[in-house]
């Protein structure tokens, strides 16, 4: 099984910034593609931004420009670096990530984190 902690959440004020980390561990044969969702009360988990094995990123477009999703691959570590936050950028923010494992390297799964709160204050 893999296991992913987050961190990195908090109170920020409007224009301020946070870097959230996730970490996963486990049996893990290979990552590919990593990323984050939120998700506000009452909603569906919307994508925030992801980034695959050869690096290339995708963020939604109410994030582009002020967010930037990055990975350690020698951690199994996916990081969002967000600027300039907005009152509506306050969600629940969870990681994913699509790994194999070892022992049935050929399927790929994916794994959520716990989730982690992100507050902006106006």
């Known amino acids: 099984q893999v296991q992913l902690v987050e961190s990195g959440g908090g109170l920020v004020q409007a224009g301020g910034s946070l870097r959230l980390s996730c970490a996963a561990s486990g049996n893990i044969f290979n990552i590919n593609t990593l990323g984050w969702f939120r998700q506000a009360p009452g909603n569906q988990r919307e994508l925030v931004a992801t980034?695959?094995?050869?690096?290339?990123?995708n963020y939604a477009d109410s994030v582009k420009g002020r967010f930037t999703i990055s990975r350690d691959n020698a951690k199994n570590t996916v990081y969002l670096q967000m600027n300039s936050l907005k009152p509506e950028d306050a969600r629940v923010y969870y990681c994913?990530?699509?790994?194999?494992?070892?022992?049935?390297?050929?399927?790929?799964?994916?794994?959520w984190g716990q989730g982690t709160q992100v507050t902006v204050s106006s």
């Open positions: 994913y990530v699509d790994a194999s494992l070892y022992g049935s390297h050929w399927r790929t799964q994916t794994y």
């Open positions: 980034i695959t094995s050869d690096g290339s990123t």
